[in-house]
């Protein structure tokens, strides 16, 4: 997805010190708060960061003057006509956000190329200082154990190169979600506690000598070493999605996981990775609410709150 970062909040952008985390706002149900109500949870909890998936009129009129920093991505049902009209890119201009994400899931580069350098000349245009990137998911990866062995799938590879070189010209970041409880639900080889931060042996990669006791590290480091050998080594990577699900019935789901994921998740993006130590991670908690729309079951129930506003577990978010 194409992603939106608005100008007057760029200097928070790469804050390694505080308010790194941010909390994803998906609208996949029939039964959520309003956008209004939402925002002011927002505000109630001191998140400062959001992530939305398309440009809702309601939320984008809350969330004015509320001080929070947003990412809007570009669904991909508007990449064809933003790649092919420039007009239809400057329409999206002048939406205000921090950054904002294009991703192209069809795997069609060049629209997702051309749809980045129309809406960043419209941007340029404008006058104003917005971020534009893309966003990917460990899927697009492959030879990640160990972790310094990572690289893009040869089918994301084609596509993605393009992008990389773009946002490395620009020093924006790239997005990617990373979900150790996948790794976990559909893997007998990883450990629960490896997957959730918990006391374990770990192991060593023999390349670089790195320690690795946790499946976000390994993952991360992944992709960092895949950028590597793309020429994208000096790109930062923002986590647009990392959480666990509370329920679903499937392995591992449950609100005590969910909470001592998300918890430990915090504290430790606040020290990078083996990688890259010392260096905080922007990270977004995925989700806000549970979704009662999505599909299979364990989609539903991501949420750190209820749609009835009672957080479904104790969270600190600073």
Not at 220 to 231: H, I, M, P
Not at 265 to 283: D, F, M, W, Y
């Amino acid at each position: 997805m194409l992603m939106f970062l608005l100008t007057s909040l760029m200097a928070s952008f790469f804050d390694t010190t505080a308010g790194q985390i941010g909390v994803c706002y998906g609208m996949v149900g029939n039964n959520l708060p309003r956008p209004s109500e939402v925002v002011a949870m927002y505000k109630q909890y001191n998140i400062q960061r959001m992530r939305i998936y398309g440009p809702n009129s309601d939320a984008l009129n809350a969330l004015r003057g509320s001080n929070i920093e947003l990412i809007l991505d570009v669904p991909n049902s508007d990449l064809g006509g933003i790649a092919s009209s420039q007009t239809e890119a400057n329409t999206w201009s002048k939406t205000t956000s921090r950054t904002t994400t294009v991703s192209d899931s069809s795997g069609a580069g060049s629209v997702l190329i051309q749809a980045m350098q129309n809406i960043d000349r419209a941007v340029s245009e404008a006058g104003l200082r917005i971020q534009i990137t893309t966003t990917t998911y460990m899927g697009a990866f492959t030879d990640t154990y160990p972790p310094s062995s990572g690289r893009f799938r040869d089918e994301y590879r084609n596509f993605l190169q393009p992008a990389i070189r773009f946002l490395v010209n620009k020093r924006s970041p790239l997005l990617v979600n990373i979900y150790t409880f996948f790794g976990y639900k559909d893997s007998r080889d990883i450990s629960l506690e490896f997957a959730l931060f918990k006391p374990n042996p770990g192991f060593k990669d023999p390349q670089t000598q790195h320690s690795y006791n946790n499946l976000f590290d390994a993952n991360l480091d992944s992709v960092y070493a895949a950028l590597d050998k793309l020429g994208g080594g000096s790109l930062d990577i923002v986590v647009s999605e990392s959480g666990w699900p509370t329920s679903g019935g499937d392995r591992g789901t449950s609100v005590e996981n969910a909470r001592t994921y998300v918890n430990n998740l915090i504290q430790h993006v606040k020290n990078g990775s083996p990688r890259r130590p010392g260096k905080a991670i922007e990270t977004y908690i995925f989700a806000m609410f549970n979704e009662n729309d999505k599909t299979p079951e364990y989609e539903k129930y991501w949420g750190l709150f209820l749609p009835n506003k009672q957080p479904q577990y104790e969270v600190n978010l600073n």
